[in-house]
């Protein structure tokens, strides 16, 4: 099993760049979960999925952020245009309804920093 | 809004005490309780969960909750330089939408 998979492990662009952040979870998994971690906020859920199917986009701080999931084995967290605020790690995590609530697993991350 | 508090820390310890982890929430309808560890610049990997009041063992981990006090520990024995982390506790009221603590560091002294 090789975890959840994410790209890019880092990124680095300028303010007002359109950025994409890709994660594969883990195969089986009907749940995908986007999270944003700062130093000052620590872990906050932006969006999560269920077999594909946006559950809770409350968390999504502004329109300039989207998030699509086309198929089960892929998702992509989108900031047009990105402001240096946007600077965080954004961890994609994913689990299996089948048993029960027992967490989450989380992929490397991706560290983002607008400039 | 709900919260999960956690002293920031760092918490210190010496090699081989007990280290002792808290969190509080404030939800009280609160169902499921997660303890993550999170080593600097990882993801949080997931360590014990626990559902029910009282006590869960696994390994050299206990977690503790008290649902009345919306209170829930981690205790660590015989605590490891390799378990210095930050440590983050997370709660969820029956859905997959967790609610996470910013995490307390805990240093563990050789």
């Known amino acids: 099993d090789a975890g959840v998979i994410q790209s890019p492990r880092h990124e680095v662009t300028e303010m007002g760049q359109e950025v994409t952040l890709r994660c594969k979870p883990i195969?089986?998994?009907?749940?995908l979960f986007w999270y944003r971690q700062t130093m000052m906020r620590g872990l906050e859920l932006l969006i999560y999925f269920n077999n594909n199917v946006p559950i809770d986009d409350s968390g999504m701080p502004e329109d300039r952020f989207s998030a699509k999931m086309p198929n089960a084995s892929f998702s992509t967290l989108k900031i047009q245009p990105s402001e240096p605020r946007d600077s965080a790690v954004y961890f994609c995590a994913s689990s299996y309804s089948g048993t029960g609530l027992y967490g989450y697993t989380f992929g490397s991350g991706t560290r983002l920093t607008v400039v | 809004q709900k919260e999960v508090e956690q002293n920031s820390g760092p918490l210190s310890v010496p090699e081989g005490a007990i280290a002792s982890l808290n969190c509080t929430y404030s939800d009280r309808v609160s169902q499921s309780f997660f303890w993550y560890r999170q080593y600097s610049g990882k993801s949080p990997e997931l360590i014990m969960s626990i559902y029910s009041n009282g006590d869960k063992e696994d390994g050299r981990f206990t977690a503790q909750l008290n649902k009345a006090s919306q209170y829930v520990s981690l205790l660590i024995r015989d605590s490891q330089p390799s378990d210095s982390a930050t440590y983050l506790c997370a709660e969820s009221s029956g859905t997959y939408k967790y609610i996470f603590g910013t995490g307390t560091r805990l240093k563990v002294l050789a």
């Open positions: 195969s089986g998994h009907d749940y």
